[in-house]
Antibody
């Protein structure tokens, strides 16, 4: 069974950093690209970033480029999102998600809440 | 960026009724390989989103056949025949044909 478990969320001041993790199990992690999707409180879904299966390619939405870094450790079956220079508008629940052939987000974690506030 | 416009924003139904949600794209979602990367997700209250439909009309494993996706180009529809209590929540369409990938604004399905 595919399992994705996010962690690392919390309350952080504007301008500070936070690193999220997503522990994967139930599949061969190194075979799949992975993504982060977020959802601001009471708002809709928003794609954040994607990484290729081997980490060689990364993609970001414009609003986080230069501030967020997606990475992975295939030996640990773990996905990361390093978030720097956080802004209030980054406040959201962050989900990690795994694709399937021709499907962007076939499996989702339970999410971790990031609150950026002074 | 591609804008996906979902209508209605909210939909009140009686259990057993049919529900229909529209998703209109600002650009054609047919990719150069002929595939259309249009998906539908359902987010039940307090839960993570879950995949319902991919490639316009393909149901994901375990999704009941009362969920039917259709459409092409820029106009897409999700129909739910015989709405059941577990179908309530917010439905999102999503496109991955164009970068960046984008979601629709969501349609809340609730009981009348």
């Amino acid at each position: 069974e595919v399992q994705l478990v996010e962690s690392g969320g919390g309350l952080v001041q504007p301008g500070r950093s936070l690193k999220l993790s997503c522990a994967a199990s139930g599949f061969t992690f190194s075979n799949y690209g992975m993504a982060w999707v977020r959802q601001a409180p009471t708002k809709g879904l928003e794609w954040v970033a994607t990484i290729s299966y081997d980490g060689s390619s990364t993609y970001y939405r414009d609003s986080v480029k230069g501030r967020f870094t997606i990475s992975r450790d295939n030996a640990k079956s773990t996905l990361y999102l390093q978030m720097d220079s956080l802004r209030s508008e980054d406040t959201a629940t962050y989900y990690c998600a795994r694709p399937r052939r021709r499907v962007s987000f076939a499996y989702w974690g339970q999410g971790t809440l990031v609150t950026v506030s002074s | 960026d591609v804008v996906l416009t979902q209508t209605p924003v909210s939909l009140s139904v009686t259990l057993g009724d049919q529900a229909s949600i529209s998703c209109r794209s600002s650009q054609s979602l047919e990719y150069s390989d002929g595939y259309t990367y249009l998906e539908w997700y359902l987010q039940k209250p307090g839960q993570s989103p879950q995949l319902l439909i991919y490639g316009v009309s393909n149901r994901f494993s375990g999704v009941p056949d009362r969920f039917i996706g259709s459409g092409s180009g820029t106009d897409f529809t999700l129909k739910i025949s015989r709405v059941e209590p577990e179908d309530l929540g917010v439905y999102y369409c999503f496109q991955a044909t164009h970068d960046p990938p984008t979601f629709g604004g969501g349609t809340k399905l609730e009981l009348k």
